[in-house]
């Protein structure tokens, strides 16, 4: 059980949306994760590895605890993950078992790629199991990770686990087919894309809130999702849950959902740059004219207060900001090197007229945002 697969072999990261993997009001969908297990059986013949990133232990662990829909209060909440947790798991156990194939629990949060020491034991752990012949099952650490649980998604944590193992593709099986032009629930004209080069703001303009009572995610945040794998040179995929053979389909490169295709080779981004990418909470943002877009674009500079127009929240130096082209479009992220108040005051200057303000030296001779703790995406 479990035989190693070659070095040669590809690693497939497939995230499950807790609409997909649970049914309404009874827990865990078995038929389904046992389909998985036949087609995790069928990846490896075809020479991929399988690492699952799985939604729904609260969805899991609710009807256990009585509860008939998803309860609101942080506790109980908590309670529904913890239980859930071993349901889920157990259902992973035992149909990829009955199919020959070891799986293992691997539990993670933010924090644990915010350190890097704590991001080189998660992928090395996660690498070895892969090397093993393991399918690990990679889920947020919902019982403890209180502000996951509330604006957290398994899309953040799929992308930030296609990172971590170099992924060759990440899938998302979702209750939608892939990307519309629009939500095709409520506009009749919605159009299907099948292919994306680039997101672009009429990508991003076209992705709506979950339509889901049990799931976190929406299309926006698979959306951005896609944007960091495509930053990072992986391609991804949003795909129906229900539609059955996709992965060994996409595995043999045939076509299912929306791929997204990345402009360069698979490249390594280092993990502070993940979690400023990842985070999903930016404390406030700033726009760039026309000429610090490019800088930051096509020279990779660092962002300058001179090249800034306005500034956007209240923040502190430290925190973690969204860089706007003039168009509002969020091009970049970043770790601001001044405060809001700060920032206000020098937007706009040159760099000798921000050292004859007593008020601004702090940033005399520093950027903004420093190109070190700045991520520009695809």
């Keep these: 059980m479990g035989d190693a697969m070659p070095a040669a072999a590809k690693t497939m990261v497939v995230k499950i949306g807790s609409s997909t993997v649970t049914e309404p009001g009874t827990g865990v969908n078995r038929p389904f994760i046992a389909r998985l297990a036949h087609e995790a059986v069928e990846l490896r013949s075809l020479g991929w590895n399988l690492v699952v990133v799985s939604s729904g232990a609260i969805a899991c662990g609710a009807p256990v605890l009585g509860f008939s829909t998803r309860p609101a209060d942080m506790p109980s909440l908590q309670a529904c993950a913890s239980v859930g947790q071993c349901v889920l798991s157990a259902a992973y156990d035992e149909e990829f078992r009955a199919c020959g194939l070891a799986t293992s629990l691997v539990l993670l949060t933010r924090h644990d790629t915010a350190r890097r020491q704590s991001y080189l034991h998660a992928r090395d752990a996660l690498t070895r199991l892969v090397e093993l012949g393991v399918v690990p099952v990679v889920n947020e650490n919902d019982t403890v990770s209180v502000d996951e649980i509330r604006f957290g998604d398994n899309d953040t944590l799929a992308a930030l686990v296609a990172c971590l193992v170099s992924a060759d593709l990440c899938v998302t099986l979702s209750d939608i087919e892939g990307l519309y032009t629009a939500n095709p629930s409520i506009d009749p004209n919605a159009r299907f894309v099948p292919r994306v080069e680039k997101i672009d703001a009429a990508i991003i303009a076209s992705a709506g809130d979950s339509s889901s009572a049990v799931g976190t995610g929406g299309m926006i945040t698979k959306i951005r999702s896609s944007r960091i794998l495509m930053t990072a040179g992986i391609p991804s995929v949003i795909c129906s849950g229900a539609d059955e053979g996709a992965l060994a389909r996409l595995a043999r490169g045939e076509q ?98 921000i050292a004859g303000n007593h008020l601004l030296q702090a940033l005399a001779g520093r950027p903004a945002i420093h190109r070190d703790n700045l991520i520009v995406f695809a």
């Design 256 to 353: 299912a959902g929306t791929l997204f295709v990345p402009p360069h080779a698979r490249t390594d981004i280092a993990p502070r740059k993940l979690w400023i990418a990842l985070g999903d909470a930016a404390h406030g943002s700033v726009t760039v004219d026309d000429g610090a877009a490019r800088a930051l674009v096509e020279r990779g500079s660092s962002l300058l207060p001179v090249g800034i127009t306005a500034v956007e929240g209240q923040f502190e130096a430290g925190d973690v900001l969204d860089v706007r082209d003039a168009g509002g479009f969020v091009l970049a992220r970043g770790i601001a090197e001044a405060g809001s108040d700060e920032l206000q005051l020098a937007a706009g200057r040159q760099q000798r007229e």
